[in-house]
């Protein structure tokens, strides 16, 4: 596997990011968790516990009880690269989360966000 930066970085720092982002778009840590969960299959106290033990991101996705299986219909741009052509697979779960984030934050209504 590419040895890429971004793998090792803990789940534990990028997340505040995450809640920063969304709060300041008139969002909530409420609802980026509902997202988080949707895609990785984690309970709230599952995500809580990967905070806590300041897993890397590389874990964290590995860790996943069930990545959902409806996240290839995440498409689109993501650090201008598109989403379907990131071959690496740690790479494009990270990049579906950042997209999923991005989308809450731009206020797209929930059910889209969760591809309902």
């Known amino acids: 596997m590419e040895n890429h930066k971004v793998f090792a970085m803990a789940f534990a720092r990028i997340y505040p990011l995450y809640i920063t982002k969304v709060e300041r778009k008139g969002r909530t840590k409420k609802e ?7 895609l990785t299959g984690y309970s ?12 890397t991101l590389e874990r964290f996705f590995a860790e996943a009880p069930e990545m959902n299986p409806n996240r290839s219909l995440i498409t689109g741009v ?10 690496n697979p740690l790479m494009r779960e990270i ?4 997209k999923l984030v991005d ?5 797209r209504p929930m059910e889209k966000i969760l591809r309902k």
Do not use: F, H, M
């Open 44 to 55: 709230q106290k599952q995500l809580e516990l990967q905070i806590e033990k300041e897993n």
């Open 103 to 107: 989308e809450l934050a731009k206020g």
């Open 95 to 98: 990049r579906y989360l950042d």
């Open 78 to 87: 993501i650090c201008g690269v598109r989403l379907e052509e990131i071959e």
């Open 32 to 38: 980026l968790d509902e997202v988080i969960r949707w």
